[in-house]
């Protein structure tokens, strides 16, 4: 099992990123997908969700309007797009997959990708 997460890097202020997420070794489409974040001292925290198909999304406050989530079960993968980037966006943002079913959970994460927003 394999969540190879891609396109972090250091963006100014203002500016935009999309990272990738790319799984292998489980049935991609059986699982709901999220995207975390952890600044430096600070607890790991939820950013964005998707649930199986892609019909519906979830954000943290601190995101809404600026990033999206999205899935192509075709190719398994997520992204996460990026915009209107401000320093606390700052942090490593790592891939997880989930699936849920009656008093079990299976679950993954990928090795995480580092976001820096400085100017």
């Known amino acids: 099992v394999q969540l190879v997460e891609s396109g972090g890097g250091l963006v100014q202020p203002g500016g935009s990123l999309r990272l990738s997420c790319a799984a292998s070794?489980?049935?991609?489409?059986?699982?709901?997908m999220s995207w975390y974040r952890q600044a430096p001292g600070k607890e790991r925290e939820l950013v964005a969700a998707i649930n199986l198909p892609g019909s519906s999304t979830n954000y943290a406050d601190s995101v809404k309007g600026r990033f999206t989530i999205s899935r192509d079960n075709a190719k398994n993968t997520v992204w996460l797009q990026m915009n209107s980037l401000k320093p606390e966006d700052t942090g490593v943002y790592y891939c997880y997959a989930v699936r849920r079913g009656l008093g079990s959970k299976t679950d993954y994460w990928g090795q995480g990708t580092q976001v820096a927003v400085s100017s």
């Open positions: 070794g489980f049935t991609f489409s059986s699982y709901a």
